[in-house]
């Protein structure tokens, strides 16, 4: 065991020479999900398999997801694919592979490989469509771009390539398909439509041109499921994409797209439009139903200093039933798919109101109201639940009739005392979404007596300590829990015991006395009784003992006991004291004169791992010195909190010739 020296001034009524000291040692709504790809190409739709097929042309793959954004599966080995367009039975994907010059079927039973066609050496298929029984695809490269097809439901597909021999396109054409409707889309500068009748499985135009409004840089068109409505996403001033008619591609009106020019549209089954613009810090997705000109819907993505998400050109498709949209977008150099929940529907806000406080089993009324762009339906109704301590998972209260004004109200006398939450739910219909609203009651319960003893008392260390808690007269629930909380950031709260209390209304625990402890009792009450928590914190004392060696004899003076040294001995006192990290000990020296023990001061000294801590006092070199010293535990000056202060015993000190 290691010693060091003790300061001058603890000894300086003893002689000059030094006392040393020693030691012995020394912590389903709108969602976005991040996708596995590089890069973007097309995306596909699967309204059968509830399947969102996303093409990474950088990556040489398609990747498949649920309706969520979650991965399912990767459909590899496609060099480039860029293009995708899914059958109107949903049964398979058709992808451009221009790595490979050929265009590959993907079952969508399997979301796998079902065939490959070969388009032809250096043909480079980019962009495809399936019309009138045939996949119709975009082949070349600048700036000769032309028209080819095939029937993949022949026994042998033959592929006819250069079906519009008298032109020709710098980029690859756009194609979008419905029915027996095929348009191509040409992107740029100058943009322009073609429309073209493919049921007899050649392309028959049936008109070309290009309203002024939409002619200027042409990022994406979509086409209506009937065929008769195409909408172009223009990226120049006026900021508005253009309804066409397909019949005679005249203007039939536009959609303000506010801040920024249109990069994607696409065409709900049911008629509703959605648009993309690109823009950092704007609106980002824009949602029109039929004949309107103000959006009904909007969504702005991961705004921040720096900006927010972005959608990618062509980047957004309906599910086949309108239920959802989904937009690729980008953002913080990762690609997501974002599910737009009920974008096809107007939304809809359900208020709730009701008092702030009750008295249980008393009558109260809650009052609501459902709001939306669009006038409900006559007989509309809200189903209504109550949540409560008896009814954790809610208890219906039946559905409830909303007026022409989309105004509710009910009226309740709540069983159970506490907080009491009332929930109105819109199931929605064709034209709104689902909805749903509530509020909370503070329903009055009855205060509940509970006491716990030992506040305040201290024990030495070690000591088995019984705490009890006492729970007075309850409606109910007779149930306590009885939490110990250490002193000290090491040892967690945990819970020492729960259960019902005993015919007299307590529940004991016992507690092993180490460090100062809080007890805390908790009721947390029942339907008709308030919850109740108390807190009892007891102290629990170190262990601390001294031993003194090279001494000569023990002897009395008086009726004390002291040890005897020679005058020019040095004595050593190792104190034991109950360790803790960072712990050190008090070391108390007192000299006696003339009757009187004088304090010659204090010091602290680190304790061992051990807990133990020796000092050596330098020999006085005179006689007829008395002295006595103790260790002592300083709550908080001894270097923590976690036990009571305490002293250790005397020991006395005779220096002799």
Request: positive net charge; proline residues 5%.
């Amino acid at each position: 065991m290691r010693t060091r020296t003790l300061s001058t001034a603890l000894a300086v009524l003893i002689s000059s020479s030094a006392l040393a000291v020693g030691t012995a040692g020394s912590a389903a709504a709108d969602s976005a999900a991040a996708l596995p790809i590089t890069s973007y190409g097309d995306l596909a739709v699967d309204g059968v398999h509830k399947r969102v097929y996303i093409s990474d042309p950088a990556g040489g793959k398609v990747v498949v997801t649920d309706y969520a954004g979650k991965l399912v599966t990767t459909v590899p080995n496609l060099p480039g694919v860029r293009d995708l367009a899914i059958t109107p039975d949903s049964a398979t994907v058709y992808a451009a592979v221009p790595g490979e010059d050929s265009v590959v079927a993907i079952a969508t039973s399997t979301s796998t490989e079902a065939t490959r066609y070969a388009i032809g050496e250096n043909t480079d298929p980019q962009t495809l469509a399936v019309a009138g029984g045939r996949v119709w695809f975009a082949y070349g490269q600048q700036p000769s771009h032309h028209v080819g097809s095939f029937d993949p439901a022949a026994s042998t597909p033959e592929v006819a390539l250069d079906q519009l021999p008298d032109r020709s396109w710098y980029d690859a054409p756009e194609l979008e398909s419905a029915g027996n409707t095929l348009v191509f889309g040409h992107h740029g500068t100058w943009s322009g439509l073609a429309v073209y009748d493919v049921s007899t499985g050649a392309p028959v135009l049936r008109k070309e041109g290009m309203p002024s409004e939409a002619a200027n840089y042409m990022n994406d068109f979509a086409l209506s499921a009937d065929g008769k409505k195409i909408v172009a996403a223009s990226g120049e001033s006026p900021y508005a994409a253009t309804a066409i008619n397909a019949e005679d591609l005249t203007r039939t009106g536009g959609y303000p797209t506010e801040a920024g020019g249109p990069t994607s549209a696409a065409i709900a089954p049911d008629g509703t439009v959605a648009l993309s613009t690109f823009a950092w810090y704007d609106k980002d997705v824009f949602v029109f139903k039929p004949g309107t000109t103000k959006p009904y819907r909007t969504y702005t993505y991961a705004q921040s200093a720096s900006g927010g998400d972005t959608i990618a050109n062509q980047g957004l498709a309906w599910a086949p039933d309108s239920s959802r949209l989904f937009a690729i977008s980008s953002g913080q150099d990762k690609l997501y798919l974002r599910v737009l929940e009920n974008a096809a529907r107007y939304p809809v806000t359900v208020s709730v109101s009701a008092p702030a406080k009750a008295t249980r089993a008393k009558k109260i009324t809650v009052t609501g109201k459902l709001t939306s762009g669009k006038a409900f339906p006559a007989g509309s109704k809200v189903t209504v639940v109550r949540t409560d301590i008896a009814s954790p998972k809610g208890r219906s209260l039946g559905t409830k009739t909303v007026s022409s004004s989309g105004a509710f109200s009910f009226t309740d006398a709540p069983p159970a005392g506490g907080n009491v939450v009332y929930t109105a739910q819109y199931a929605g219909d064709t034209t709104h979404a689902p909805a749903s609203g509530k509020d909370t009651v503070a329903v009055s319960r009855t205060s509940t007596a509970l006491s716990l003893n030992r506040n305040g008392s201290v024990y030495s260390y070690g000591a088995d300590v019984s705490f009890t808690a006492h729970l007075g007269k309850t409606y109910s629930n007779r149930v306590v829990e009885l939490w110990a909380d250490p002193a000290g950031g090491d040892k967690p709260k945990k819970l020492l015991k729960k259960g019902k209390v005993n015919s007299k209304g307590d529940l004991s625990v016992t507690v092993d006395m180490t460090r100062d402890t809080s007890v805390t009792a908790v009721y947390t009450g029942d339907t008709r009784s308030g919850p109740k928590t108390v807190k009892s914190t007891a102290y629990a004392k170190v262990k601390v003992s001294t031993s003194v060696s090279k001494h000569y004899k023990t002897g009395k003076i008086g009726s004390t006991s002291y040890y005897w040294f020679h005058k020019n001995t040095d004595p050593v006192l190792t104190t034991s004291m109950t360790y803790y990290k960072g712990r050190a000990q008090r070391f108390q020296l007192q000299v006696y004169y003339q009757g009187t023990w004088y304090d010659s001061g204090s010091e602290y000294f680190a304790l061992a791992t051990n807990g133990k801590s020796a000092v050596q006092l330098g020999a006085p070199g005179e006689a007829g010195i008395r002295a006595r010293m103790r260790s002592s535990y300083i709550n908080g000056s001894s270097g923590d909190t976690v036990n009571a202060t305490t002293h250790g015993a005397w020991k006395y000190m005779y220096f002799t010739k």
